[in-house]
């Protein structure tokens, strides 16, 4: 083997599927350079999806499921990652490593009100399960590392961002709208120490949740807007949904499930019955590119933070209405598609964690405390073989490139 080639598995917030991508990476820290030479994305079936939905809300978690879940997710990512080589006409002893971020089930920024209840977060889908089914070394678990050091543990991919998109001549608001919403912001000509990130509020979370509901279960997003494009925005329910108190906290901050998951939606059925299925979607919609384009007002702008552009990812950014939206409430920035800079924008976080992963393996941080509020720079992700050649792999990664 010459080049590095590793594997970067994603399995993100809107519990959508798994998506997989075979990566070629040469250089390290600011010179890195990744190359995607193939992908595969495995959706989760309704079952699955129903099951892990359920251990993301602690009043539906069981201890045994967690448990078993967390075997189960590491032979599911090992069976993506063999069909991944099969598909490329791999084999293991081509590829040098998998960097997984696993399934979030649970993410909890600050501490609780007892001792043991400390700022924390799981990643489920176990590392020695995925490395022994698939015979290469597994790096993980990266967010434990950032919230040792203070940080909120998420963002993560900004780092990323910050290498793939830091500019001379742009200031950039590098914007991920998946289950959750967050940003990079990546200040022209700066160092990484100024990036910024934090999680807007709401991706696709409860977008999602509401069409699953009104559809009977027939469908879980809104494909292509084509739902919200019948609708009409209800001022009513988007001034209580703006008026949400997560953003009036201050960044760095991060959310997930626990704030906009089942409850938060049973809230708005509650209150709202009388609003037609579409009319809700189309709120909901709408909401997610006011709460990205506020932020971006209370937070970057109004703080002297200019943004020329912004370039959306995640799978938000395949909804042409959010995105007629979020042109509309930005009109003076330019809005572009990861495409744009030949990157899927399906797949881009599956890259990143492949980069969060090589970094890892070569003793080099990969993380920015200006955007996760950590203390300081750490090393995130924990590595996992289980034979001996699957060592041997990183080892020779090392040995070439340290
Ligand atoms: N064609 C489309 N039209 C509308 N929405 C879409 C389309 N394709 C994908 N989506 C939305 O994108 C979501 C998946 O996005 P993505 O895969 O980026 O999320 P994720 O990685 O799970 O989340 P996160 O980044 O929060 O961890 C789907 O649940 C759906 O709501
Ligand atoms: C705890 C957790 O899994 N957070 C996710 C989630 O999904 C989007 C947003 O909230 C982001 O903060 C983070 O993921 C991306 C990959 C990140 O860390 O950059």
Redesign the pocket.
């Known amino acids: 083997m010459t080049k590095t080639v590793g594997i970067g598995l994603?399995s993100?917030?809107?519990?959508?599927g798994i998506?997989a991508v075979l990566v070629e990476i040469d250089g390290m820290d600011e010179n890195v350079v990744v190359r995607m030479i193939d992908s595969i994305t495995r959706s989760y079936s309704k079952e699955i999806r129903e099951e892990l939905l359920q251990l993301c809300d602690p009043s539906s978690a069981n201890l045994q499921k967690i448990c078993s879940a967390n075997m189960f997710l590491g032979k599911e990512f090992g069976s993506v990652v063999n069909e991944l080589l099969e598909k490329a006409n791999l084999v293991k002893e081509d590829v040098h490593f998998i960097s997984s971020h696993g399934q979030t089930i649970y993410h909890q920024p600050f501490n609780g009100e007892n001792q043991v209840d400390v700022a924390s977060t799981l990643q489920i889908g176990d590392l020695s399960t995925l490395s022994e089914s698939t015979g290469i070394a597994v790096v993980g678990d990266f967010r434990t590392a950032d919230m040792a050091a203070g940080g909120q543990g998420a963002p993560l991919v900004s780092f990323v961002d910050y290498l793939l998109f830091n500019n001379p001549n742009s200031s950039r608001a590098i914007q991920?709208?998946?289950?959750?919403g967050n940003v990079t912001y990546v200040p022209k000509n700066s160092p990484s120490d100024v990036t910024q990130s934090f999680d807007t509020g709401p991706?696709?979370m409860v977008?999602?949740e509401i069409v699953f509901r009104v559809t009977d279960g027939e469908r879980?997003?809104?494909?292509?807007?084509e739902m919200a494009y019948q609708g009409q925005i209800h001022q009513d329910l988007l001034t209580k949904l703006i008026s949400h108190e997560y953003f009036q906290i201050e960044p760095p901050k991060t959310t997930g499930r626990e704030l906009f998951g089942k409850q938060f939606v049973d809230d708005i059925f509650n209150e709202y019955n009388q609003l037609s299925p579409v009319d809700l979607v189309a709120t909901v919609t709408e909401w997610t590119a006011v709460s990205i384009a506020h932020s971006y007002k209370q937070f970057l702008v109004d703080k002297g933070y200019e943004i020329n552009e912004v370039i959306v990812g995640?799978?938000?950014s395949?909804?042409p209405f959010l995105i007629e939206r979020l042109k509309h409430h930005l009109p003076e920035m330019t809005i572009y598609t990861h495409e744009h800079f030949h990157i899927s924008s399906?797949l881009k976080?599956a890259m990143a964690f492949a980069v969060l992963g090589y970094q890892c393996i070569l003793g080099k941080y990969n993380q920015i405390p200006s955007a996760t509020g950590a203390q300081k720079q750490v090393i995130m992700g924990k590595i996992a073989y289980t034979q001996p050649d699957a060592l041997k792999r990183i080892d020779d990664l090392r040995s070439v490139l340290q």
Not at 12 to 16: F, I
Not at 176 to 180: A, D, M, P
Not at 220 to 225: E, L, V
């Open positions: 994603m993100g917030t809107s519990l959508d998506d991920n709208i998946g289950g959750i991706g696709n977008i999602d879980h997003y809104d494909k292509d807007g995640g799978g938000g395949y909804n399906d976080e």
